[in-house]
């Protein structure tokens, strides 16, 4: 028709300004080859574009709506509905929106095969998506979620991903309805992961979910934010990275539930409360399949459960985590190349935690338990230097033990092993008698390394020298034989040049001139 020509030709202003008697020359059109309603698509389109006042939006809107309504042809149908619906969608309230979204739904059911009508859901839900800017609002809307179940599976799982983005970006989330509507919306995206699915696929889910998961918020309802974290575990249980971050969640909860909580003071249903969240990570984290991972949840666990003051919860998890050191000791295709510095690296937190946690047993029980470990899994995985370096960290963590006051404390008033076994003579004896053991071991592989031939073993030998001199400075163990040994291991050192540990062995050197039980033995150390 040439009025829908002329309707698509003029500026939006000016269409805008002749809205009303553009409708009325449409409604007193005669129909042609193609029907006088498509010239309500142009209309619609520049109306859009450069809509009017509300109240004479919404006269145009009912005017016309009484012809589309009335169409038969729901392709036709489809076409002008989905224009007039970004009209709409930026100009109007749910109201409006959702007397449009019945009848197009109702117009749906006119098509019980879905054939005609199929093409145009992704867009209409895109339109809504795109216009609506309050996402909470578009879900309030009665015929929304019924309409993302008519899609097609693909294109479900296409717009579920982008719902989930932009709740990535929203603000906290508190709504109980809403939020279970968008936990709906996340469990479509990982069910439709299989195990033809590829990496990045499932880590781009992955990251989506947890990014909904921090943004759940239930205030002081902590009951049921741990309700939602239980039900998210559940859910979401192909999506490794949303296990972990429940249990960090789970974590911080326990900290909300008891950092305004006097230790030895909590009220029954707070003291049931951190038990169920210690319980959660006591479950949740050894179904995990990446080792280190799970030994860093674990102690982290254990650490916030002491600060809690929960000993024997603590005692628990602790034990498991040594236990699991194992795992992460026997490399696999679970973990990455950088095992072995990971692992060093956690065995050092995990010793520096084992100074200050309250052993119920003997004060060394649970380092003991550690050195079992490490020198039954990693005697043949891997290579000498890393059991000497693990063996250092040890040694630095025995030192610490046999001070008479610790460095540091829980807070919360759990007692720790200086005020529970400082005074005991055999404490120190056990203390003396591992490092003594431990300090034979670096020696050793120092040794071993020393009478190789090739350059790589004699630079090993010298890094080992200057971190084993740097530690024997540093603490005071109870070695009475010290100095010379240190003395020896200098030698070992200056023998091949210190080369790019110049710098650090300097600086040791010149610590032990102001170190008052090394002071006396200075001489040992020149070139």
Not at 94 to 99: F, G, H, K, P, Y
Not at 192 to 199: D, K, Q
Request: hydrophobic share 45%; with cysteine.
């Amino acid at each position: 028709m040439e009025l829908m020509h002329v309707i698509a030709a003029f500026p939006a202003d000016v269409v805008r300004k002749h809205a009303a008697l553009l409708v009325d020359r449409i409604k007193a059109s005669t129909p042609g080859l193609t029907p006088r309603e498509r010239c309500y698509l142009p209309l619609a389109q520049k109306l859009a574009a450069s809509p009017p006042a509300a109240s004479e939006g919404l006269r145009l809107l009912n005017a016309v709506w009484q012809d589309v309504s009335a169409l038969r042809d729901l392709k036709e149908y489809m076409l002008i509905a989905s224009a007039w619906l970004v009209f709409v969608a930026k100009n109007f309230k749910v109201r409006e929106i959702n007397i449009l979204l019945n009848d197009i739904c109702d117009h749906f059911s006119a098509d019980p095969t879905n054939e005609t009508v199929a093409p145009f859901l992704p867009e209409v839900l895109s339109i809504l998506l795109t216009n609506v800017t309050d996402l909470q609002t578009l879900f309030s809307m009665e015929k929304f979620l019924p309409l993302i179940d008519l899609l097609q599976t693909s294109e479900k799982v296409d717009l579920c991903k982008r719902i989930m983005s932009t709740v990535a970006e929203t603000t906290p989330l508190a709504d109980p309805l809403f939020i279970q509507s968008l936990l709906d919306v996340a469990r479509t995206l990982h069910d439709s992961m299989n195990e033809f699915s590829i990496a990045d696929e499932r880590r781009q889910y992955s990251h989506l979910i947890t990014a909904f998961l921090r943004n759940v918020d239930y205030g002081k309802d902590l009951d049921a934010q741990l309700n939602f974290y239980v039900e998210c575990r559940r859910s979401f249980s192909k999506m490794e990275v949303v296990q972990e971050a429940c249990v960090a969640a789970v974590i911080r909860l326990i900290v909300r539930a008891t950092q305004t909580t006097v230790i030895k003071q909590h009220s029954k249903k707070n003291a049931a409360f951190v038990k169920a969240c210690l319980a959660f990570c006591h479950i949740t984290i050894p179904s995990l399949h990446n080792p280190l991972k799970k030994l860093r949840l674990l102690l982290l666990a254990t650490m916030v459960s002491l600060c809690a003051g929960f000993i024997t919860q603590g005692d628990m998890l602790l034990h498991t985590c040594i236990t699991l050191l194992s795992e992460a000791s026997v490399p696999s295709q679970n973990i990455a190349h950088s095992t072995e510095t990971e692992l060093f690296d956690f065995v050092s937190t995990l010793l520096s935690a084992l100074v200050v946690i309250p052993s119920t047993q003997s004060p060394l029980h649970a380092l003991l338990e550690v050195h079992n470990y490490l020198d039954t899994h990693t005697h043949h995985q891997f290579d000498r230097c890393l059991r000497a370096r693990l063996a250092m960290c040890q040694l630095q963590a025995l030192a610490t033990l046999a001070q008479p006051s610790l460095p540091y404390h829980f807070q919360s008033g759990t007692l720790s092993n200086d005020e529970l076994y400082a005074t005991s003579v055999d404490h120190k004896e056990e203390i003396h008698s591992h490092c003594s053991a431990l300090l034979e071991l670096v020696l050793t592989t120092i040794s071993e390394l020393e009478e190789k031939s090739d350059a790589a073993s004699h630079k090993q030998s010298v890094a080992l020298g200057v971190e084993l001199l740097n530690v024997m400075l540093k603490v005071a163990l109870p070695e009475e034989k010290l100095p010379v040994i240190a003395s020896k291991v200098y030698a070992v050192i200056t023998k091949r040049g210190a080369g790019e540990y110049r710098a650090f062995l300097d600086n040791t050197l010149a610590t032990l001139k102001t170190t008052p039980q090394w002071s006396g033995f200075s001489h040992l150390f020149t070139a």
